[in-house]
């Protein structure tokens, strides 16, 4: 029987990853900060875990999604279009790279917690809007991350390829859920990749590894790592992910 991952070897794990993601080039943006972060609640710790993994700062544009502001201005695009002196003399690149709607910016923080109810860890994600006004909803983060995993698709069978991918087993249920985070203190907002296919899925990546006296919990948050990212296409993982 497969060796259960229990949220000390979480705590291991994770610090490990933190130290790889926190200096590979390739997956630290410059906004980004990885740390791991201490839980002091005695409560929370037996709840969920000694602490999390808080990759935050990522800074991700939604192409093709008109903001909010140009979606509230839609009434005054006419003066937008209005040809006048100063620039009738324009070209047509010019006259569209002034007139066409600005993309949606927000920047996304992913946090690695430990769901002793599952037995493995959870990816949780938010995204707050760049202008700090307010934390996207769920509708709004779950659209932006079915995007990423659609884009540079070659066709619509490619598109509907990818999102049936996105989708847990036969249930019809996004892979996305809404998530209470284990760390209260850290508000509302997130949605989880579900972890209910995790452990099965787990067991096959490490092929036995957790039979092993030398089993490396290290090992498995890479493998792990490199799982979760196939659902969420734009997370920035460390470049030396476990590979198979």
């Known amino acids: 029987m497969p060796r259960a991952f229990t949220a000390e070897d979480f705590e291991v794990g994770a610090r490990a990853l933190v130290d790889r993601w926190s200096i590979d080039p390739a997956a630290m943006h410059e906004s980004m900060t990885v740390r791991w972060v201490e839980e002091t609640d005695p409560l929370r710790r037996n709840a969920a875990a000694g602490g999390y993994v808080a990759a935050e700062g990522h800074l991700v544009v939604d192409e093709g999604v008109a903001t909010e502001e140009y979606e509230d201005g839609i009434d005054n695009i006419d003066s937008g279009l209005r040809v006048t002196d100063e620039y009738e003399d324009e070209d047509d690149d010019a006259v569209a790279a002034r007139t066409a709607p600005p993309r949606r910016v927000h920047r996304r923080s992913y946090h690695l917690v430990y769901s002793r109810s599952y037995g493995c860890p959870v990816l949780l994600i938010r995204g707050v809007k760049c202008d700090g006004a307010r934390v996207m909803n769920h509708a709004e983060m779950e659209a932006s991350l079915v995007s990423a995993s659609t884009r540079g698709a070659e066709d619509g069978d490619d598109v509907d390829r990818r999102r049936d991918a996105l989708v847990l087993g036969e249930s019809g249920l ?61 997370l920035p993982v460390p470049a030396h992910r476990f590979t198979n």
Request: glycine share 12%; hydrophobic share 45%; charged share 15%.
């Open 174 to 234: 996004s892979v996305f859920a809404p998530w209470e985070h284990p760390h209260a203190s850290q508000g509302g907002g997130w949605l989880g990749v579900h972890p209910c296919e995790t452990r099965d899925a787990m067991a096959l990546l490490l092929g036995g590894d957790e039979q092993n006296p030398r089993w490396d919990a290290g090992r498995y948050m890479s493998a792990w790592i490199s799982f979760v990212a196939a659902a969420v296409a734009d």
